[in-house]
């Protein structure tokens, strides 16, 4: 060791001869009594400015995290993504968060615990409707039932312990950014008692397919028949030998309808407002890669077997299933190749199954582009029509009495059950006051034109992430990979919120504004905004397309895998934001073992 005097002749600290370096602990780096591994640290650096920015040194390593409170709200497949990622996909975020899932109902599944009416499908095809850490094998039918895909659920949940940190019955009434402290207050109710609890983050992970939306019909509750909603289905009732109304030709309309025609005595009747597309983008043989004439064909023992013993054969046939789903995303240009061709195809599928039937076709197959409203596979349904007890009418209803249905062509329709099937509270907005900064509430916010950023934040609402919000990609490829890439993303932020002492990220007003701007300039091109009705505009025929993001899947993957911080307010919990460099050490440095220059390249 070699002792070195400076040019007043005062000691400087020794260097190592070659070949002798001590650890960390013993080398005196920040003067004669720093001890890292201890924690103590004499300042010798002179004195800093008075500024706004000075504060004592932070004796802890650079990039410690501080824990950190994570309230997720919901336990569907998007919450249990998340509850996923937290306890597996990055184990170091055990060390990080306190995770816990509020969820108000009595089990997990979201939409598929709530919607259990006869003929209940996902539409999207069952490889691509799986947790990516955990695909199934063993899937029934190419579209998967909504029984099977809640037991799914629950047997995941069950494998990964997913259920660890949730709270079921469990209410949230309102959700409150505490300024101050940083932190959100969640108000919520369980068995009649109500508390607050609070977190550094707040997750929303409820979905829009989940509150059931009565139709606005006058004297709708006058009938004195049976009544139900498609997601409150009384399982209870006998619906044999009864005449049928079902209102809505949605995608639990279009699936309801063949079950009560199929049932001993019924006369159905559906009641639309107009047409909407039928068909299958691609049919399931394509995807098999073998022929079949089953609209829903069942997987082959052989199949599921091989998807089990060759994990990577299953791999590829999900990769085929989402990457000809991602490349139909050209059929949605306006005026394109792709949808002309598509449109033909589609008219020509409606027409044969519906007997060529000249006023059938004339009511049920839309004249406005396709894919304007979501393009529903519908098995059964068109073919229903051709059978005595099922029959149609699209002239609006305009009341409903004790009896029956009164329509606009001033007919009068005597029934006996009346089946709503007219959807969800789409809005996007919160079912509680969502109260951010500067009294802020999402939930009235919302409500005209709920506008965000990149459908997962929003403006006002610090440390507030939304999986599947406004604009999101669901239009095409898997909406599953989309929440799992949104995981991900969410992961990033709240790593950098533990790691470097930050207090809020909120993305910018301007942001906001710019994103929606650009992207309403892209949905211009895609037939999303054409001339129809659709629950993409809230309902609306005319109205912003607030449901589907402005491009493609992969254009989203590209632009969540990084965070953009120049498109957020930050504030950091202290003064000087680059407190979080500790001691100017990281921890890696602390294990003698570790390779100090792994980055050199030649």
């Known amino acids: 060791m070699t002792i070195n005097h400076s040019s007043n002749g005062m000691l400087t600290p020794p260097l190592p ?10 080398s005196p780096l920040h003067g004669k009594s720093s001890n890292l591994l201890n924690g103590k640290v004499e300042h010798t650096n002179g004195t800093s400015s008075s500024s706004r920015y000075a504060i004592p040194l932070n004796p802890q390593l650079a990039f410690t995290p501080r824990k950190i409170r994570v309230i997720t709200i919901g336990a569907g497949y998007s919450g249990l993504i998340i509850a996923h990622k937290f306890q597996h996909r990055f184990p170091e975020m055990q060390d990080i968060v306190e995770h816990t899932i509020f969820e108000a109902r009595s089990d997990v599944g979201g939409t598929w615990l709530v919607n259990t009416y006869p003929g209940v499908q996902c539409d999207v095809p069952a490889q691509i409707y799986a947790f990516p850490f955990d695909p199934n094998p063993n899937w029934s039918h190419f579209y998967a039932s909504g029984a099977e895909i809640q037991e799914y659920i629950k047997s995941t949940v069950k494998k990964w312990n997913l259920d660890r940190d949730i709270q079921l019955n469990t209410l949230v ?22 508390w607050d609890e609070y977190a550094e983050v707040v997750i929303s992970a409820q979905g829009v397919l989940l509150h059931h939306q009565w139709p606005a019909i006058p004297g709708l509750h006058d009938f004195k028949g049976h009544i139900t909603h498609s997601a409150r289905w009384d399982h209870n009732y006998d619906y044999s030998n009864k005449r049928i109304a079902v209102i809505g030709n949605g995608s639990s309309g279009i699936q309801i309808v063949p079950k009560m025609v199929k049932l001993p ?23 098999l890669g073998r022929p ?31 990457g000809r789903s991602t490349k139909a995303f050209r059929m949605f240009i306006k005026g394109s190749t792709s949808n002309i061709e598509g449109q033909k195809f589609a008219v020509k599928q409606m027409s044969e199954k519906l007997g060529h039937d000249p006023v059938l076709c004339s009511k049920l197959i839309p004249k406005w582009d396709l894919g304007c409203r979501r393009v529903t596979p519908g098995p059964g349904y068109l073919e229903s029509f051709t059978l005595p007890n099922c029959h149609l009418t699209d002239s609006g209803i305009t009341k409903i009495s004790e009896k029956g249905i009164h329509t606009a062509d001033g007919r009068f329709h005597e029934v006996d059950v009346v089946v709503c099937a007219t959807g969800f509270d789409v809005s996007h907005c919160p079912r509680y006051p969502t109260v951010g900064i500067g009294g802020v509430d999402l939930s009235k916010k919302w409500r005209e034109d709920p506008q965000s950023y990149l459908s997962l934040a929003s403006s006002h609402m610090p440390n507030y992430f939304i999986m599947t919000g406004p604009n999101a990609v669901a239009g095409h490829g898997s909406l599953i990979e989309v929440m799992n890439w949104t995981g991900d993303y969410f992961v990033k932020w709240i790593k950098k919120i533990a790691t470097e002492d930050i207090k809020s990220v909120v993305p910018k007003q301007e942001v906001v504004e710019a994103f929606n701007q650009y992207g309403d300039e892209i949905l211009k091109t895609l037939v999303w905004t054409s001339d129809c009705t659709s629950w993409y505009k809230r309902g609306t025929r005319d109205g912003r397309v607030t449901a589907l993001f402005g491009g493609t899947n992969i254009l989203y993957k590209r632009l969540i895998e990084e965070i953009r911080g120049e498109d957020f307010d930050i504030e950091y919990r202290s003064p000087n934001r680059f407190k979080f460099f500790g001691t100017g050490f990281t921890p890696y440095e602390l294990d003698d073992t570790n390779d100090m220059a792994w980055y050199v390249e030649k």
Do not use: C
Request: no cysteine; net charge negative.
């Open 17 to 26: 001869d070659d070949g002798e370096i001590p650890s960390i602990g013993e």
């Open 173 to 194: 009434q309102k959700a409150e950014w505490q300024a101050d402290q940083g932190v959100w207050k969640v108000t919520v109710e369980h068995g009649g008692q109500i």
């Open 265 to 287: 005595g019924t006369d159905v009747t559906n009641f639309i407002r107009g047409p909407t597309w039928v068909v299958y983008r691609v049919a399931p043989s394509v995807h």
């Open 292 to 322: 079949s004439e089953e609209v829903n064909p069942s997987y082959l023992e052989s199949e599921k077997q091989n998807f089990a013993e060759h994990p990577t054969a299953m791999r590829d046939h999900r990769r085929a299933i989402i």
